[in-house]
């Protein structure tokens, strides 16, 4: 249904949910009661009025930041990654802060709608870890996060959270005097 403006125009909304990329196809039907014309004028359901639509919309990254990790740990780094045309592929993007390369990983879908998930290797020693998420919808819009990708990423630092430990064995009575003990 159009609805009437001033003077002899009339307006209608396409629902956002049937302009998809396959695109739209439309015609229009006016009367007077009397006449009733189709624009275009012949056969308008058969060959209708149609336009094209792209996506430059990039895909939406969710992520709360892993600040620290301990030592001999794997981080489990989880987004949620929406799209309106659909997501194509999560990378999680990892190394060493030490490191010159990221390694590229898969993100998994996880349990709950919208999740991917990836863990990132455990490292044996005190560190710093970067990470970035990457996110390719099918029309190839990519999104990191941070929004700065590689170039500024995150940093999880590799921490010891373990007290040391004490292995001791007495000493026996009756150490001679001068003599060292070991």
Request: a negative charge; charged letters at 20%.
């Amino acid at each position: 249904t159009m609805i009437p403006l001033p003077g002899s125009y009339y307006t209608a909304e396409i629902p956002g949910s049937d302009v998809t990329l396959d695109g739209v196809e439309y015609y229009l039907s006016a009367s007077d009661g009397r006449f009733t014309v189709t624009h275009p004028a012949t056969n308008p359901a058969v060959a209708p009025n149609s336009f094209t639509v792209v996506d430059t919309t990039r895909p939406v990254i969710e992520h709360d930041p892993i600040k620290e990790s301990p030592v001999m740990s794997s981080p489990k780094i989880i987004a949620k990654v929406t799209d309106a045309v659909g997501v194509k592929r999560v990378s999680l993007f990892y190394k060493r802060a030490s490191e010159r390369s990221f390694v590229q990983a898969d993100m998994a879908m996880g349990s709950a709608l919208d999740v991917y998930v990836a863990h990132i290797p455990a490292m044996d020693q005190l560190g710093v870890a970067l990470y970035y998420i990457e996110a390719e919808d099918f029309s190839a819009n990519i999104k990191t996060h941070p929004s700065k990708g590689g170039s500024q990423p995150h940093a999880i630092s590799f921490v010891d959270t373990e007290s040391p430990v004490i292995a001791h064995t007495r000493i026996a009575d009756g150490q001679e005097a001068g003599n060292p003990v070991l």
